[in-house]
């Protein structure tokens, strides 16, 4: 199983809409994907490492798929319609993490 | 629900030894934290947002907790023994995230 993890990075100026990303973004991401979309895990970043510290990302999105190939052929055909749907949750750069599941 | 992440940058020169954190890491922070943990996922980077690029962590380890303040009691009187055996499996510095689960 890989993971495909998108971090927003908790800059200044940073945004992210959490309810937009969840009852908006998610369901397309989900509708578009279909079956080849085995998960999703959403979670709100609260702090860091040092109690009191910012938490490095604002948010992160994970998706499993069962193969690096599966998820390929699943969002190249919808990059353009997942991407574009971004900026109305965030002006962040996001970070792209893809992940081989080991536990 | 609340979810530690430790990030593991990828960067020049950094190592990550994935079968001891998952065989003697994991099990030793398992047995420290006891039942407050109460799950963890860990993922092997494998690629970043475009097809042949590095992956931005060699891993990344997720542990779940009911409340920061249940992890805080959980961890704090165990960090020391589980600070000390990162350099056994990595010299990477190491990022947290501190997250509330969502979705």
Request: aromatic share 10%.
């Amino acid at each position: 199983m890989i993971k495909v993890s998108v971090l927003y990075p908790n800059k200044e100026g940073s945004r992210f809409d959490m309810t937009y990303y969840c009852y908006t973004h998610i369901p397309l991401v989900r509708r578009l994907l279909g079956p080849a979309l085995k998960g999703v895990s959403v979670e709100q970043g609260v702090g860091g490492q040092v109690p009191g510290s910012p938490a490095p990302y604002l948010a992160m999105g994970h998706l499993l798929f069962e193969s690096v190939e599966a998820f390929q052929a699943a969002f190249g055909p919808q990059a353009q319609a997942i991407l574009s749907d971004v900026p109305n949750y965030t002006n962040t750069q996001l970070v792209v993490q893809i992940s081989e599941v080991k536990l």
